[in-house]
Every structure is written in structure tokens, then in C-alpha cells.
């Protein structure tokens, strides 16, 4: 899988701070000592069935199960866009610090509403000097504002990214939504990155990043023109209907997420209150496409 090619051939030992089940783990070979971590109890009880493995279940980001232990190779599919327990939030002191200390010198903390950050910076913790980390992150996380610009400006700095690949259209058995995939390493003094997108790939400089106010999005320096062909039998409405079938499945999952986290933190907002804030958008949309000047028919789409 791409992700397996993306680091090196010999591996001797790897984590997954987010396992699941394990899926990422079992394409490893049972010689591979395997290291995880994951929030729903059952899916870590399956993912303890792996040969060679050691399995937690738990919050990763609240807690580092695998003290004074750092990885060679790391690998990752963490759930995008979800809460976490943010150091100024967190009742809990020991979890606080630790929350605090995968941030250390990084100019600002994850946003509290969207941990996505802030598992790439726990990867970046638990990497050793010499170590790879692959990682699969949602697209948005590559051009949101605020805060998570300021992080992507300090971590394109360290010359952290060697490759961002856009990952299109379900390619991956582990998620079903166009995704970015990341390589990193620990640091490096060489701060471009290849930006790759299927056949067609650019080695941008940091200085073209930095004009471009750290946005990570591949389609922003992958050329247009190079790709033109590929959409030359492009569907708009087959994409529409995949692309509302891969929102629900996500947002299906990610409730789930949200559900377990505030089994393991009372201190969390109800996950009734976060399903009344999507039920309120939903309607607001609704009420939108139900106004007498959006009305479309059928006949006015043939």
C-alpha cells in the first residue's frame, strides 16, 4: 500500500498512536514489534489479537503510554477534525502537562475544536532523530487558518514534510475521502517539499511556501495544466453523489469518535449537544433549498 512504500524497507519496530483495530499494524510481518494506541476499548481489544503487539486503549494525546521510548518508524490514521482535551481545558493536571510538553517551543496549541494538529505534533514527540512518519490527514488541515497556520509555519520551518501526495477518490481501504498523505521526519536543514499528485509531482521550495502563507494544499503547486487530461472525462454528477456518500460516512464515524471521547472526558460538551448543532445546519440548509427561488425541477436538469 502507499503508505507502507513511503517508509523503509526494514523495520524492526512501529507505532500507531491511533490504531483501531489495527489495520495499519497487520501490514507489518509478525518479526515487527508493534506499538499502539486507541480510545475505543473494543477496537483496541481486537487490534491486541496482532502478533508481536502491545496495545493500549486510551487518549493519546492526554496520556504517552510508551514513556522515554521513541520510534523509527511511525504510521497513522487519526479521525480528522475531532476535540481534544486542550492543555488550558484539561481538569486534569498531569494530563494538562502532558498535553502541554508535545507542544513544546511551538508558538500556539491546536485549536480545542480540531485535534488534527495536534496528532501530528504527538507523532512529531514520539519520532526518533533518524526516524520516518507517514500519516493520512484531512485536506483542510493544509490551508485552515489561525492557529494551524502558525503550527504549519513553525513545522515547515523544521523541514519536517520530505512529501505531501493528495490521495483521491477512495484508494485507500483505511478511509474513504480524498485525503492528504504525509511523509515526515524529525527535522532538516533542507525545508522544500515534493508535492505529488498521482503522475505529477513538484519539489516546492520554502520560500514559494512561505509567499503562499503556508497553505499545504497540493492543487496549489502541483500544475493545473499538467493535469488537464485527467479530467477530460470527468463526471460532475457521479462525483457529486460519491462525494455526499463519503461526508456521511465520515460524519458517521466521527460522531462515534466524539461518543467515545466523552465516555472517557465528562467534562466534555453532551455529544447531544454537538448532534443538536448538526441538526440546526442541516436545517438551515434545508430551509434554503425549500425557498420558492431555489426550486429547480427535474425537467431543468435534462
Known amino acids: 500500500m502507499k503508505m507502507r512504500a513511503q517508509l523503509p524497507e526494514f523495520v524492526a519496530e512501529v507505532y500507531d498512536p491511533t490504531c483501531g483495530d489495527g489495520g495499519l499494524l497487520r501490514i507489518f510481518g509478525d518479526d515487527v514489534c508493534k506499538y499502539g494506541v486507541e480510545i475505543d476499548g473494543a477496537e483496541a481489544e481486537k487490534a491486541r489479537s496482532i502478533p508481536n503487539s502491545t496495545i493500549f486503549a486510551g487518549d493519546t494525546l492526554a496520556e504517552d503510554y510508551f514513556q522515554n521510548m521513541q520510534f523509527d518508524t511511525i504510521i497513522a490514521n487519526p479521525p480528522f477534525g475531532i476535540p481534544w482535551a486542550h492543555p488550558t481545558q484539561q481538569p486534569d493536571e498531569n494530563k494538562a502537562k502532558r498535553a ?4 513544546d517551543n511551538y508558538p500556539t496549541y491546536a485549536p480545542a475544536n480540531c485535534a488534527d494538529w495536534a496528532f501530528i505534533a504527538h507523532i512529531l514527540y514520539k519520532l526518533s532523530d533518524k526516524g520516518t512518519a507517514v500519516c493520512l490527514m484531512g485536506l483542510g488541515a493544509l490551508y485552515r487558518g489561525r492557529a494551524e497556520a502558525k503550527i504549519r509555519e513553525y513545522i515547515v520551518g523544521r523541514g519536517v514534510f520530505s512529501r505531501i501526495e493528495l490521495i483521491r477518490d477512495a484508494q485507500f481501504e483505511d478511509t474513504s475521502i480524498p485525503v492528504a498523505m504525509l511523509t515526515m521526519r524529525k ?3 533542507d525545508k522544500s517539499i515534493l508535492f505529488v499528485d498521482g503522475e505529477v509531482e513538484r519539489r516546492v521550495e520554502y520560500s514559494e511556501i512561505k509567499e503562499n502563507g503556508f497553505d499545504l494544499s497540493v492543487n496549489r503547486y502541483v500544475n493545473a495544466e499538467k493535469q488537464e487530461d485527467k479530467w477530460k472525462d470527468f463526471d460532475p454528477y457521479a462525483h457529486e453523489e460519491m462525494i455526499r456518500a463519503m461526508v456521511i460516512e465520515h460524519l458517521d464515524k466521527s460522531i462515534t469518535t466524539s461518543k467515545a ?8 460538551n453532551p455529544i447531544d449537544d454537538f448532534l443538536d448543532s448538526l441538526q440546526a445546519a442541516i436545517n438551515k440548509h434545508r430551509a434554503s433549498e425549500s425557498s420558492p427561488d431555489n426550486q429547480t425541477t427535474t425537467e431543468d436538469c435534462l
Open 261 to 268: 471521547m466523552c465516555e472517557i472526558d465528562p467534562c466534555l
Open 100 to 103: 502541554s510538553e508535545i507542544f
Open 187 to 189: 527535522s532538516s536543514q
